[in-house]
């Protein structure tokens, strides 16, 4: 994977995260695609139809939140992105902060088969700045 591949795969996340079209959301992974929402999770959803059943039946409300995210470091098939995830209230004004670690693992295709999401959320005494 290619610093470029791995960015149009997050911004393709991102897009798929906003709209919740379920072609979208399974393009990004493969088949038999792993997925943990937190590094001790200790069953995984697997495969690309749980990943998007999950997605879907789990949806945030539209324009409640925004999010970007980089690649930080690519080895072979291997990356490691990071980010931040932004929660807005109802007025736009900003609700909370998640700053994200994603491990990633892609398969030959350009889809991921390997996804664990470490995630910190910013203290409340600090949103005010944020």
């Not at 072609?23 to 959803?45: M, N, R, V, W």
Request: include cysteine; charge should be negative; hydrophobic fraction near 35%.
């Amino acid at each position: 994977m290619t610093r470029d591949e791995v960015q149009r795969w997050l911004d393709r996340y991102v897009e798929a995260w906003r709209t919740y079209d379920p072609a979208l959301i399974g393009d990004l992974f493969s088949a038999d695609a792993t997925y943990c929402y937190h590094p001790y999770d200790e069953t995984p959803l697997v495969g690309r139809d749980a990943i998007v059943a999950d997605w879907v039946a789990n949806p945030d409300a539209p324009s409640s939140w925004d999010a970007h995210y980089e690649p930080y470091a690519i080895d072979g098939d291997r990356v490691v992105a990071t980010g931040e995830s932004r929660y807005l209230k109802p007025d736009g004004s900003l609700r909370t902060v998640f700053f994200n670690v994603w491990t990633l693992r892609f398969d030959d295709e350009g889809r991921c088969r390997e996804y664990v999401e470490w995630y910190m959320e910013l203290p409340k005494a600090r949103r005010g700045s944020a």
